[in-house]
C-alpha cells in the first residue's frame, strides 16, 4: 500500500537496507521479524540458530544487509554470533539483535523478535528459515 501511495504522490520507495549513503554511520533498515513458539524452549532455539546463522544471512537475510549489520548499532557484525539473554533482548549477533516477551526465558517458551533481516527480505522465506530452522531441524551435534 505504501508503495501505491508513494507512486501517487511522486515519492519512490526503497527498501535498500541503507539507501541513503549519508554523512557519518547510521543503522539501517531492518525488517524485524516476530516468531512465536510455544514448545520449543528458548535456549534451543537460539543453540539451533546459532548453527545455522550464517546459511540464514547467506540465503535470506536481504541482499546489502552486511552494509546494515555492523556492529555499531544495534545489531552485531554480520560475521559472529553472540548471545546474551536479558529480561528482554537476546543479542544474536548476524542475528542481530532480538527482543523477547515478557517471561519468555523464564517460562522458556514465548516470543523473539529476529532483528537481522534487511528491509529487502522475503518474509516467506525468512519464517520458513527460522520454523525450519528452530522446529523441523535435528541437528546431531546440539548441546542442551
Known sequence: MAQRIAEVVGVVVSFDP????????????????????VQYQVNICI???????????AAAYGEGNERRLTGKHETADIKT????????????ASLGESRQ????????????EDKRPASNMDPYIVTSMIAETTILWKPSNLHH
Open 18 to 37: 541503507k539507501p541513503i549513503p549519508a554523512p557519518g554511520d547510521w543503522n539501517g533498515a531492518g525488517a524485524h521479524t516476530n516468531y512465536t513458539y
Open 47 to 57: 543453540e539451533k540458530l546459532k548453527l545455522k546463522y550464517k546459511e540464514h544471512i
Open 81 to 92: 554470533f553472540e548471545s546474551c539473554t536479558e529480561w528482554q533482548t537476546v543479542e544474536l
Open 101 to 112: 516477551g515478557h517471561g519468555t526465558e523464564q517460562n522458556g517458551k514465548g516470543y523473539f
